[in-house]
């Protein structure tokens, strides 16, 4: 069948797909000096965010998201205490940061403030950490943040940004993972949305490549479910610095004492599993 | 944007998503007894079979499905021998399963010879060990077959079908799974795909139910990625009987012989791992 204009439609080129979601009606729409973003009330997803004709995230299911983005990689630093968000204007990966205890500090570098202020508006539960005192709200490019921070300062970076097009480009760079390698500690790991195993391993394979060659002793991408992006199977890949993947705080991780959905230490593990065929074409990168 | 005619969509009603994949052209079309059958040539999926509008599977992706779908049962049941399929006509789950050297006898009930006759014609490579002297085929309705099996006779049944409409409705019932359970010896699994955690917990709850009030001892549902089917993110839902699925043979899966492309004794390990979410909704029904 062919979809009516009561479906707002996502093709993915590469992937020779599309996705789609049933929508009441566009709540918003604006071009900010940095990308084109709507807002759209769907039948059955609730809120979900356009930028640029690329869907970054809906009410249902950015729970997956936002939960793998953060907690692995904080479970993998043995003593996180300040972290750094490049991108992540719709606060919920903060949100999900915020959870941990042990967490003193968080700086959020977003280039579009307009992707946070209409987060608030029409994803206000993302944004409930908003006003807690450990969160940091910048406002600017990270990739320059990232190349002016002081040595040793962060010990977790969450790269939670849009695709490597546009101005998120100069995140999937050897450059940038230098920058990053500089600014965390003794021990610390850098997290960033890697696309899809099925559609983008173009993307994924120079990004575990760029990020040992900018320093990282392991590089291991985390495998999780993920509906509103192509091919509904994600990724988010950790670069390690003075720690391991393997010798992530699994008991602390059992023992945690906030809610999540999706997030456990099983699921974890899970997503730590790298199925033969992108083991394979890793090892042949 | 709308898509055009070049695409082919499935819309998910009770997920208010759709799905689409870009064509090149229809290879086939039919209209058989019990249901009709469309096969299209994508651009970038392979070959696309479709069943009552529904997408039954691509070249592209099927291993993801059918390696899940007989594996982790396979290496869960102590020793396997006797092996039943039901539905399964496209052959990709026989292909998998006679990949066990193990395995002295797989009977596939499928009702629709169509399907499998379209599978060797345009799947062909899921159709390669058709010819195994080990592999016999029945066209016949499942449901039947199962209710008048020799008791004890089969040590691991899996229900390869479609959707609960049409057909295959009666293979998610009570009665069903108490069929299987007198046809298995004194270990045995069943597993059957199980549909999506994200947009099915109305089939997957009652499907966890019904098998244990049928007498299986422990269910469980493993979780993996099926870019083509709603979600993305689909579960094959196991009964076991005299068996437990904490139990299976890792050391046998690590130490395997054939290729697989997703299926891993850690990735076997990962489709295990339940997310709280769908934890607390099997908890609360």
């Given amino acids: 069948m062919v979809l009516d204009a009561n479906w707002f439609t996502e093709v993915c080129e590469e992937g020779g797909s599309a996705f789609s979601l049933k929508i009441r009606r566009k709540l ?5 000096p940095y990308q084109r973003i709507e807002i759209y009330e769907t039948e059955t997803f609730g809120n979900l965010m356009v930028i640029d004709g690329f869907i970054m995230l809906s009410s249902r299911d950015n729970f997956l998201y936002h939960e793998m983005m953060s907690h692995p990689a904080l479970f993998t630093h043995p003593a996180p205490r300040r972290v750094v968000i490049i991108g992540g204007g719709d606060c919920g990966t903060l949100r999900e940061v915020l959870r941990h205890p042990e967490i003193e500090h968080v700086l959020q570098v977003e280039i579009d403030e307009r992707v946070t202020r209409l987060a ?20 600017g490019d990270g990739i320059r943040w990232m190349a002016e921070a002081e040595p040793g300062s962060v010990d977790v970076i969450i790269v939670d940004s849009t695709d490597p097009i546009g101005p998120a480009k100069g995140l999937f760079t050897e450059d940038f993972y230098r920058n990053c390698h500089r600014a965390l500690g003794e021990a610390g790991v ?4 890697s696309e899809s195993p099925l559609y983008h391993l173009d993307i994924l394979l120079p990004m575990h490549r760029a990020m040992r060659a900018a320093g990282f002793s392991e590089t291991r991408s985390l495998h999780f479910p993920q509906p509103v992006y192509p091919s509904g199977w994600w990724t988010a890949t950790m670069g390690l610095k003075g720690c391991t993947t393997d010798g992530w705080r699994r008991a602390d991780a059992a023992g945690k ?3 999540t959905r999706y997030y456990s230490a099983e699921t974890h593990a899970a997503a730590l599993a790298q199925p033969p065929f992108f083991l394979q074409a890793l090892e042949g990168s």
């Fill in 120 to 139: 608030e508006q029409y994803f206000p539960e993302l944004c409930e950490a908003n006003g807690d005192p450990r969160a940091e709200f910048f406002f």
């Fill in 28 to 32: 918003h729409e604006e071009q900010t």
């Fill in 190 to 193: 850098v997290v960033q949305q």
């Fill in 257 to 259: 004492t906030f809610p």
